[in-house]
């Protein structure tokens, strides 16, 4: 049997809530506090904040306090209470929660059946002694890089509210950037998680394709769908990755490879890494903001010499091409029965898509094998490839053009004309904030070779121990 809980103040709890995720879990485990008050400040948290972000589309607080009762059981009974005991997190409202309807942002999935089951990766985080609050606001069926819903309302940026939190995951990064959770999940097809961290100041992780399960979350993009953690530090991000990794039989796209372990990486910083910088087309269309992002990262990464990957133009278009076939395939019934409840921009692009010529599909997918062999030469000479994770930081919400290179250009499409290419051939990448160029925060994209997650993180923890990169306070 352990010790009793001696709760602290109302006030120090409500601090530790907000803080860092591994913080909250060594005090339960030590039984500083118990899971349950660290689960009601959180939720007084949501209750007084999200009103101006909205973030969570669910508040599961039932479960939740729930959820953490069993950690203060095992506690109390002497087991092992988890690596996560006690710490709340929430999801993108495309996983499933069991007892609640997977939304994806849409209307029409409000009809469907409550899941009866939760997603392997939220069984994961249970099983590391994590506190399910809810499910998190997002792009109408992940087709999003704004932050935008028609249906839900937008989130909105914790560091200015009239700004974009970024898509399609922006509950995901508005709950942890403005420190509703110290921890969510998110997916990314094409940037649905690089974008939202650059917007909204925080840590996020796009592990290699097939690294972590995707069983019972919805799809949009089979071939190009990426499931991952955002946290406001680095050692949370790597202690959530390593709670979520794990083969299951439940998803056959999950490659039978084994993780290297993130968390004990970290402090091997970024001496013998080797550390180059992305340029061409990953050095225009941005702005200063974006490059100086850069600059400051690879100075404190000790990088000097910059590469190309060749054609990373036709790289975009091709991702922009297998993304509306493979999206308009999964929503033919939907677009046919239901058309007039999808917001029309995303209904419109997936029409699109359904009228593709199937040889472009092929010919794009053909060109995908060959731009991911140009991108694993760079691996041969390189660790760690340094780009910037979107071109501006988050533009005003509603926002619907900027100016990129001397050109007015449309926001939805081309917030995301750095993060697709490295989507299209499923390469792991840490997303690290980069404050202190403007009154809004923006980020870098650490992309590693296929398989090194840990490598990624380590450089990003290497930018976090440089104060390079940080979590800056929120505004709400």
Request: aromatic share 6%; net charge neutral; charged share 20%.
């Amino acid at each position: 049997m352990s010790a009793p809980v001696t709760e602290p103040s109302p006030t120090t709890i409500a601090d530790l809530a907000a803080g860092p995720a591994l913080a909250i879990a060594a005090a339960v485990r030590a039984g500083r506090v118990s899971a349950r008050a660290i689960c009601e400040a959180a939720l007084e948290r949501i209750a007084a904040v999200d009103p101006k972000l909205n973030a969570f589309t669910h508040v599961t607080a039932v479960r939740a306090l729930a959820e953490a009762d069993a950690v203060d059981a095992a506690r109390a009974a002497g087991a092992a209470p988890g690596p996560l005991a006690g710490v709340p997190y929430a999801v993108k409202n495309l996983f499933d929660l069991k007892g609640l309807p997977t939304l994806a942002g849409s209307k029409i999935n409000a009809d469907r059946p409550a899941a009866d089951r939760d997603a392997t990766l939220v069984e994961r985080l249970r099983a590391a002694g994590a506190v399910c609050l809810g499910a998190l606001n997002m792009g109408e069926y992940a087709y999003d890089f704004t932050g935008e819903n028609l249906h839900a309302g937008h989130s909105r940026n914790p560091h200015d509210l009239g700004h974009m939190s970024g898509g399609s995951s922006g509950g995901s990064g508005a709950a942890v950037g403005g420190r509703l959770v110290p921890l969510s999940l998110g997916s990314d097809t094409n940037g649905s998680i690089r974008v939202p961290s650059s917007f909204c100041g925080i840590f996020g992780l796009k592990p290699t394709y097939g690294r972590l399960s995707r069983a019972r979350s919805f799809p949009f993009v089979a071939s190009l769908d990426h499931l991952g953690p955002f946290a406001r530090n680095v050692a949370d991000l790597a202690a959530t990755y390593d709670a979520l990794v794990g083969p299951d039989a439940d998803d056959p796209a999950l490659a039978d490879i084994e993780a290297l372990p993130a968390l004990p990486e970290l402090e091997r910083g970024a001496d013998g890494l080797r550390v180059g910088i992305l340029g061409g087309w990953f050095a225009r269309q941005g702005t200063p903001q974006a490059y100086d992002a850069v600059a400051r990262a690879a100075a404190a990464l000790g990088a000097e010499r910059t590469v190309e990957l060749p054609e990373v133009e036709r790289a975009r278009a091709s991702a922009y091409l297998i993304t509306m076939a493979e999206g308009a395939a999964l929503h033919r019934d939907r677009l046919r029965d239901r058309p007039a409840d999808f917001d029309p921009a995303v209904r419109e692009r997936l029409l699109a898509g359904a009228a593709l010529p199937a040889a472009m599909v092929v010919k794009a997918q053909n060109f995908r094998r060959w731009f991911r062999d140009r991108a694993l030469e760079l691996f041969s000479q390189f660790d760690v490839l340094v780009a910037p994770s979107t071109p501006v930081p988050a533009p005003r919400s509603g926002q619907a053009t900027f100016v990129l290179d001397g050109r007015e250009m449309l926001v939805r499409p081309n917030i995301g004309i750095y993060t697709q290419p490295i989507s299209f051939i499923g390469l792991p990448v840490a997303a690290a904030p980069i404050p202190g160029g403007g009154p809004l925060p923006i980020g870098v994209q650490l992309i590693a070779a296929p398989w090194r997650e840990d490598v990624a993180l380590r450089a990003a923890r290497a930018l976090e121990t440089a104060g390079v990169a940080y979590a800056p306070e929120p505004v709400v």
